[in-house]
């Protein structure tokens, strides 16, 4: 898994965790995306939805920059957000496509020194995220834990899952 | 088995900062992904425990 030599570790982990999710998720028909199991509030396309989220506001937003994703999609995904509340289903290729080429825009506005000054973001009482090399390093965390949900949400419809 | 696995992590930060972990063999996760280094190694923990965290989070909800 090629990563540029001067990027740090996280990042290299980071291409393993989201190689990990789309091979869950690749392959999946907009009805699978979509399918709400009973006594979830999830689908698949909002924990994609949710991560890209996630990661958009713990790299761009506190390091300074606007959102680089659509702001609408905060109140589709965002943090106490539900798939069940949705009015309409979102656009599952506009999601996607954000959601696959945001890491390579993170990689080449590191490379360029876009991310030097960063807004410390408390996670837990006492472990702060103080620069964007630990925000990535906490995303594959976070990213881990919705491959989690993703692969429970497979099973919850009788699909292979691929597993860690 | 619970304070095994409490006490771990304490073991490998430790082992680590001793400098124990200087040989390390590569491990090959797909013909893509390979682990190259302990850090790299102990990244790929990190969302291995995460995924099961999710899955742990699932149950717990399908449990009410």
Redo the contacts between chains.
């Keep these: ?1 090629a990563v540029a030599p001067q990027l740090p ?2 990042f ?2 980071f291409r ?2 989201r ?2 999710l789309m091979r869950e998720v690749e392959g999946l028909t907009p009805e699978q995306m979509l399918h709400i199991p009973e ?2 509030d999830d689908n698949i396309l909002w924990n994609v939805g949710h991560l890209l989220c996630s990661l958009s506001r713990l790299t761009y937003v506190f390091s300074g920059y606007d959102l680089p994703i659509p702001k609408a999609y905060l109140g589709l995904f965002g943090k106490d957000t539900t798939a069940t509340a949705w009015d309409a289903a979102p656009d599952m290729d506009e999601v996607m496509g954000h959601f696959i080429s945001l890491p390579d825009k993170i990689e080449q506005d590191y490379v360029a020194g876009k991310f030097t000054d960063y807004t410390s973001l408390q996670i837990v009482p006492g472990d702060n995220i103080t620069s964007v090399e630990e925000a990535v ?1 906490f995303h ?13 949400l497979k099973e919850a419809m009788g699909l292979p899952v691929k597993g ?1 | 088995m619970k304070d095994r696995f409490k006490n771990q992590m304490n073991e490998i930060v430790a082992d680590y900062q001793a400098g124990k972990f200087t040989d390390f063999n590569k491990i090959e ?2 013909p ?3 682990l190259d280094t302990i ?2 190694s102990l ?2 923990v ?14 717990k ?2 449990l009410g």
């Design positions: 898994m570790l996280a290299k982990t393993i965790t190689f990990h006594g979830r390093a594959c965390f976070h990213e881990g834990l919705h491959i989690g949900k993703i692969l429970t860690g | 996760l797909t893509e992904v390979s850090d790299e990244g790929f990190i969302i291995h425990e995460s995924v099961h965290i999710g899955l742990a989070i699932a149950l909800q399908r």
